[in-house]
């Protein structure tokens, strides 16, 4: 079993920053690949980017690339989301979660482990 848990959500207005936190804990061992999700209001969960614990190698969504940049502290088993220059159409809230290695990154249906989510507003 791993534990996600998310932090780092808030208000913020269009143009602004945030970075997004997120601690993992328990059999981490298993899950070598972190992923970050998003969902907004009668929309599909959207994949963000991911990351891999054990070779730093990452991986973008089309619509967040140039923008946001993923990275991973592993003496801490946290994972970071840093988001800039902040648009309305990324208010969302933001999942983490944890899969096994291989497959494919960007499929939400291969991640094993969900964290609670945290919320994202952009809005002035």
């Known amino acids: 079993q791993v534990y996600l848990v998310e932090s780092g959500g808030g208000l913020v207005q269009p143009g602004g920053s945030l970075r997004l936190s997120c601690a993992a804990s328990?059999?981490?061992?298993?899950?070598?690949?972190m992923g970050w999700f998003r969902q907004a209001p009668g929309k599909e969960r959207e994949f963000v980017a991911a990351?891999?614990?054990?070779?730093?190698?990452?991986y973008y969504g089309n619509s967040v690339r140039g923008r946001i940049t993923i990275s991973r502290n592993n003496a801490e088993n946290t994972v970071y989301l840093q988001m800039n220059s902040l648009k309305p159409e990324d208010t969302a809230v933001y999942y983490c979660a944890a899969k096994s290695p291989g497959g494919f990154w960007y499929r939400g249906a291969e991640y094993d482990y969900w964290g609670q989510g945290t919320q994202v507003t952009v809005s002035s």
């Open positions: 328990g059999r981490t061992f298993s899950s070598d690949v």
């Open positions: 990351i891999s614990w054990s070779s730093g190698l990452t």
